[in-house]
Every structure is written in structure tokens, then in C-alpha cells.
């Protein structure tokens, strides 16, 4: 089969779960994607975050932040698209530039420093049980409490919810959960609950003022379980090349702003950004599988 996997990461297991057609378009058919000035301003801070915790792991103590600064900015540098500046674009970019300057400044002044790095882009990887894919990615941080730490910007707050259904958190957790078990973990197995460690998903918040929201959670066999169905359910769709669209999925609301915040929501031929006739309709199809 075409698509037969071997590995898989968090990245892609959400990915999929967001929307199959997604999925195919970022992994399997490659469409060229167009940084925008979220995803680069996401991808400055991120970078920032990583080399302070990184000089920090091992010389216990926080970059100036003259130096964060200069991360970010060679980090957005880089990552700008050729001709942002001249774009329709442009007052966007500025904007998610500044606003990116002002969160990651907070996020040193309030929250860096209580921060005491254990482990720093920790790679992992575990068996999921009865299904011979192996799901393989990074974890940001895991603090010397053993909290995982993950970081993620935004223009608005999360939900409250979200480390209790985020299936990328979850992984993290598992990754470091089997790194921490050792051989007490039969092999494809996953841990036990009581080796999952506690995670927190910090969210830096691009709002005005900014704001940092700090999401607490713990998984318990519950989770694992759900974990373990949903990862199968996903392999299962990508190796039956089921890339339907998200909207036309039994129990999936038809949400536009699931193809707002898609990369290729201007170029997909199912987008229901912008169209809101489509979006009703798809929406009474999806109400007529559900009933």
C-alpha cells in the first residue's frame, strides 16, 4: 500500500484528526505552503524559548534578553516570505512581529525565570499497542519537576479543555512517560498511568496587552485508552487513503474557522472559509449522518 507508515509523529496524528484533506495536501500530495504571520511569528518565538532553555539547562541561568531578542528577530529574518513586506500583507506582519516582541519580552520577565529546564527538545518514541506503527517526535521542555511543558502562541486564549483533548499533548506525555519507564514497560505496551507525568501547555497569548495562560492537566488510564483509539483510528484512515474533508465526518461540526486557520484553506476545493452557504449545507449533511 502507497501509503503504509512505519513511524508517525504527534504532528501528523493531529494533523489528520483536524482534517484528512489537510493532511493529504501537507503530506501526501505536498502543496507548497506560504508561511503566514502567525506560523512565523510562532515559529521566532519557539526558537527564542528553545535557546534560552537550552543555554539555561546547562549554565542554570536565563539569556539577557537583549539576546532572546536577537534569536527572534534572526529567526523572523529567515522565515519572512519573500516580498511580506511589499504584500497585502505587510501591516499584518508588522503587527504579528510586534505583537511577538511584546509576548516572548513577558514570558522572560514572568515565567522564564521559575523555569528550571530538565530535559530540552527531548526526543521520543513508543509502540502504539496491536499496531506495528511507531509514533516518533519531540517534547519542547520537561522542567526538573518532571512537568512537560509545551508552548504555543496565540491571538487568543485557549480553551480550558484543551490539554484534556489535545492528542499532540498527549503524545508528549506518553513519549516521556516510556523514556522515564524504561524496561518496566512491556514492549508495545504504554505505560502505566502512574508513569505519565503532569503537562502544562503554556499559551502566549499575542492579545492586547498580552497575556501568558498557563493550562495545567493529568492523564490517567482513561486517557490512554482514548489515546490508543484515536492513534489507530488515524492510522487506519491514512493507510486507507480516507481524506475526506473534516466537515463531512460523522459527529464534526462544519466550523469555518478550521479552514481559516488551515494553511491551505485559500487554495482547498472543500474550504468552507468564506462561504457560508456551503458551510450550512454541509453543516445539514452532517446532521443527516449523525441522525
Not at 201 to 222: F, G, H, K, W
Not at 256 to 269: E, H, K, L, Q, T
Amino acid at each position: 500500500m502507497s501509503n503504509q507508515l512505519t513511524s508517525i509523529s504527534p504532528t501528523r496524528l493531529r494533523a489528520y484528526e483536524t482534517c484528512p484533506l489537510q493532511y493529504q495536501m501537507r503530506y501526501i500530495q505536498k502543496v507548497p505552503r506560504v508561511d503566514s504571520p502567525s506560523s512565523v511569528v510562532g515559529q521566532a518565538v519557539h526558537s527564542a524559548l528553545e535557546m534560552n532553555f537550552i543555554q539555561k539547562r546547562h549554565g542554570g541561568h536565563d539569556l539577557e534578553l537583549k539576546e532572546v531578542m536577537r534569536i527572534y528577530e534572526d529567526v523572523w529574518d529567515a522565515r519572512l516570505p519573500v516580498g511580506a513586506s511589499e504584500s497585502s500583507l505587510a501591516d499584518e506582519f508588522s503587527g504579528a512581529y510586534s505583537s511577538g516582541q511584546e509576548i516572548l519580552q513577558l514570558y522572560f520577565q514572568d515565567v522564564a525565570p521559575m523555569i528550571k529546564p530538565h530535559l530540552v527538545e527531548h526526543r521520543f518514541g513508543f509502540d502504539i499497542p496491536g499496531v506495528p506503527v511507531r509514533v516518533v517526535g519531540t517534547v519542547d521542555l520537561i522542567d526538573q519537576d518532571g512537568v512537560v511543558i509545551d508552548h504555543k502562541t496565540s491571538f487568543a486564549q485557549y480553551s480550558e479543555s484543551y490539554p484534556e483533548t489535545d492528542l499532540q499533548l498527549r503524545c508528549y506525555a506518553i513519549g516521556y512517560a516510556m523514556f522515564r519507564a524504561g524496561s518496566r514497560v512491556a514492549p508495545g505496551q504504554l505505560p502505566a498511568p502512574f508513569f505519565i507525568p503532569d503537562v502544562r501547555v503554556d499559551v502566549l497569548v499575542r492579545s492586547n496587552p498580552p497575556v501568558i495562560q498557563q493550562l495545567p492537566a493529568c492523564y490517567d488510564r482513561a486517557d490512554l485508552d482514548d489515546f490508543t483509539d484515536r492513534a489507530v483510528s488515524i492510522i487506519a484512515g491514512i493507510e486507507g487513503e480516507s481524506y475526506e474533508p473534516f466537515w463531512r465526518l460523522s459527529g464534526r461540526e462544519a466550523d469555518s474557522n478550521v479552514c481559516r486557520r488551515c494553511p491551505y484553506g485559500d487554495r482547498c476545493p472543500e474550504s468552507l472559509q468564506g462561504d457560508s452557504s456551503l458551510e450550512q449545507s454541509s453543516k445539514g449533511r452532517n446532521d443527516e449522518k449523525q441522525n
